[in-house]
């Protein structure tokens, strides 16, 4: 579960979320009201700057569409965008509208009020069309797109109409966190991701049983002709409804702390990382339950790392149902996980192309010797250059399904160079597994383990088996 490659399209309004703390110790002589002594601040993205805060957190890309105006909030926000790696901003300029700016006053970490700057005056044609200009420099960049609709005037038939067609003519998936009831706004999305008191709204029915959820999903995607509704339902999970298929639920896991503020911004930028990586809607909305588990376990608005996620979905289902490829910095987080808790993480290497029983057996010795066993497989073009044109019989993908329904493999990682000697420093298992054909000079990385602590095993082989005699079998035949 990578999601470096992808870059989604946050279109929507943006939003400067400002929070001020002080502290309460006297009340005002001139009203009767508490007097708040400021001590510090915070700035950042919010509304639909939201979304992209959980995407990059998340590993991805995220490119910024919205109205910003010419005053100061509209300073310090495009300041604060310069500074997060991974946003490009690509917000619009108006002189027609302040910058939206909630600022909320917090003493004892207690919010006491919150004052919001906007304007309510409609979209004016301008704005709309600089909007759709924006949107056009920046489709053919991105896999997938959000609108983030807070209802503050961005999302307005003319930009709505114009980003569902251009997705549409790209093939690129549209996701929509709706505000207005009239689903008809949305007529062309992919997906709409209603809370349950949002669906609620918008059918006109019922939603406290499941049956009643689904049923007022399908009376929305029908009204908005989209493919999937995603309901989101607080402690009771989330709900998948698509076209032509049963309705999919899963539960939310219980926790101590429950503060849902922000989790449908990481909802919705989960699910459209996900399909815009290769996901399924299942798939993703798996993910996507996961990553909302993290942040409504924080107080506050919050977002959630990769890291947090992968450990969620452990928490959550359990290690059958993992991701089978991870990338290098989750499997180094899982690593140190796993270390922290007394376990010996073990590491072994190789192409693994056509598993037989010779591999089996030095898998099994492998997780004989650690309590958590990673294996490392090189990508297609590293066995191509070791192996010649020809290999790999099974492309990666195939092969880490294969490697990761191994009893003995606990996690699975890739390499592209020709050794594995950067995964494992990266990494730092405790026991370095290789076949006993290597001498122990011969072993890549065995000076780094044995040199950190850790232990070198050289497993016995089975006599008889290899991919390459297989191969020939199979030509032979």
Not at 24 to 33: F, K, L, T
Not at 301 to 330: F, K, N, Y
Request: aromatic share 4%; with cysteine; charged share 20%.
């Amino acid at each position: 579960m990578d999601f470096s490659s992808v870059s989604v399209l946050c279109l929507g309004d943006v939003m400067l979320d400002r929070f001020l703390y002080g502290s309460m110790e006297r009340i005002s002589p001139e009203a009767p009201v508490p007097v708040l002594l400021l001590e510090s601040r915070r700035e950042m993205p919010g509304g639909a700057g939201n979304v992209a805060n959980n995407i990059i957190s998340l590993g991805g890309r995220a490119i910024l569409v919205g109205l910003v105006g010419q005053d100061d909030a509209g300073a310090v926000l495009r300041n604060a965008l310069v500074h997060q790696a991974g946003v490009v901003d690509a917000t619009v300029c108006s002189a027609m509208r302040p910058t939206i700016c909630k600022t909320r006053f917090i003493a004892v970490n207690q919010q006491v009020v919150r004052a919001d700057e906007e304007s309510r005056s409609p979209l004016q044609p301008e704005e709309a069309e600089a909007l759709c200009r924006a949107i056009d420099a920046q489709i053919e960049r991105v896999q997938a797109v959000v609108v983030s609709d807070y209802g503050k005037g961005v999302c307005n038939p003319t930009v709505l109409t114009h980003i569902f067609a251009v997705a549409r003519a790209r093939g690129v998936p549209v996701f929509v966190d709706p505000k207005t009831a009239d689903y008809t706004q949305y007529r062309g999305a992919t997906c709409i991701t209603p809370n349950a008191k949002e669906l609620a709204l918008a059918s006109g029915m019922p939603v406290g049983t499941e049956a009643q959820a689904e049923l007022a999903a399908r009376a929305v995607m029908a009204q908005a002709d989209a493919t999937a509704i995603l309901a989101t339902r607080s402690e009771k999970g989330m709900m998948l409804v698509r076209q032509d298929a049963p309705a999919l639920s899963v539960p939310a896991r219980a926790r101590e702390v429950f503060d849902v503020s922000g989790a449908g911004d990481t909802v919705i930028a989960t699910m459209a990382l996900g399909v815009g990586s290769g996901m399924s809607f299942e798939q993703a909305m798996r993910v996507a339950n996961a990553a909302a588990g993290v942040v409504v376990g924080k107080l506050g608005t919050a977002t959630a790392d990769i890291q947090e996620v992968l450990h969620e979905l452990e928490e959550q289902s359990g290690p059958d149902d993992m991701p089978h490829l991870l990338p290098l910095s989750a499997a180094c987080a899982q690593v140190r996980r796993w270390q922290a808790q007394g376990l010996k993480v073990g590491f072994t290497n190789g192409c693994f192309d056509i598993i037989h029983p010779g591999h089996v057996g030095l898998l099994a010795e492998a997780r004989a010797a650690c309590d958590r066993l990673v294996v490392a497989l090189n990508t297609d073009a590293s066995v191509s250059r070791l192996k010649g044109p020809m290999r790999p019989v099974n492309d990666l993908e195939s092969r880490a399904r294969v490697m990761a329904a191994i009893r003995y493999v606990d996690a699975v990682v890739s390499f592209d160079e020709d050794t594995p000697l950067e995964t494992i420093r990266a990494l730092m298992p405790d026991v370095l597994i290789k076949g006993a054909d290597y001498k122990p000079e011969q072993v890549v990385g065995a000076d780094l383990v044995m040199g950190n602590g850790g232990r070198l095993v050289l497993a016995n082989l089975a006599q008889g088996h290899s991919t390459t005699a297989t191969i020939g079998r199979i030509q032979a035949s």
